[in-house]
T-cell receptor, first 112, second 114 residues
Framework: EDQVTQSPEALRLQEGESSSLNCSYT??????LFWYRQDPGKGPEFLFT???AGEEKEKERLKATLTKKESFLHITAPKPEDSATYLCAVGGVETSGSRLTFGEGTQLTVNP | KAGVTQTPRYLIKTRGQQVTLSCSPI?????VSWYQQTPGQGLQFLFEYFSETQRNKGNFPGRFSGRQFSNSRSEMNVSTLELGDSALYLCASRQVSGGLHEQYFGPGTRLTVT
């Protein structure tokens, strides 16, 4: 059974204070790892897809990296508008189609 | 391109009733998946539809069902509602091609069962 654990559960940063969010996963074979951002009362917004260890993706102040056991979402010089819950999800070879296993998320608050 | 749309956005139902939720995927996306999101369990996969056929099912009771129409729009139905069914129901669509590609989520339907 695929498993995803995200840490920390909550993170409070000052504007400009860089940090990283962790996503540890257990899958029999990774088909893809996804990062989403979710604002209160809204659906998750797609950020990145990573497929293999060593892969990195960047978008504005966010950078996602992947190893064989975990993924990191690095946030550089965050702004208050980066405040949201960040979700990590995996699709493994034992599941087919669109089925993803999600972590509980990290709730990020960036204070001005 | 318009995103995934879901209707209604909010619903209040009574225990024992049934409910139908609707989802219109992004144009050109033929796969539609449904997820349930609750504070205690997080996001959990319900089922996926592609070409009007259920391709994948999560660990939910038979009270949860769905269908997909020829235009890829999808509905999910929950019968005999229980208090524990109160949740945000999310629909996601994706293009179907080789490999596992990203899904795009709608805004969700907030269901409250009283």
């Amino acid at each position: 059974e695929d498993q995803v654990t995200q840490s920390p559960e909550a993170l409070r940063l000052q504007e400009g204070e860089s940090s990283s969010l962790n996503c540890s996963y257990t899958v029999s074979g990774l088909r893809g790892l996804f990062w989403y951002r979710q604002d209160p009362g809204k659906g998750p917004e797609f950020l990145f897809t990573l497929y293999s260890a060593g892969e990195e993706k960047e978008k504005e102040r966010l950078k996602a990296t992947l190893t064989k056991k975990e993924s990191f979402l690095h946030i550089t010089a965050p702004k208050p508008e980066d405040s949201a819950t960040y979700l990590c999800a995996v699709g493994g070879v034992e599941t087919s189609g669109s089925r993803l296993t999600f972590g509980e998320g990290t709730q990020l608050t960036v204070n001005p | 391109k318009a995103g995934v749309t879901q209707t209604p956005r909010y619903l209040i139902k009574t225990r024992g009733q049934q409910v139908t939720l609707s989802c219109s995927p992004i144009s050109g996306h033929r796969s539609v998946s449904w997820y349930q999101q609750t504070p205690g369990q997080g996001l959990q996969f319900l089922f996926e539809y592609f070409s009007e056929t259920q391709r994948n099912k999560g660990n939910f009771p038979g009270r949860f069902s769905g269908r997909q129409f020829s235009n890829s729009r999808s509905e999910m139905n929950v019968s005999t509602l229980e208090l524990g069914d109160s949740a945000l129901y999310l629909c996601a669509s994706r293009q179907v091609s080789g490999g596992l590609h990203e899904q795009y989520f709608g805004p969700g339907t907030r269901l409250t069962v009283t």
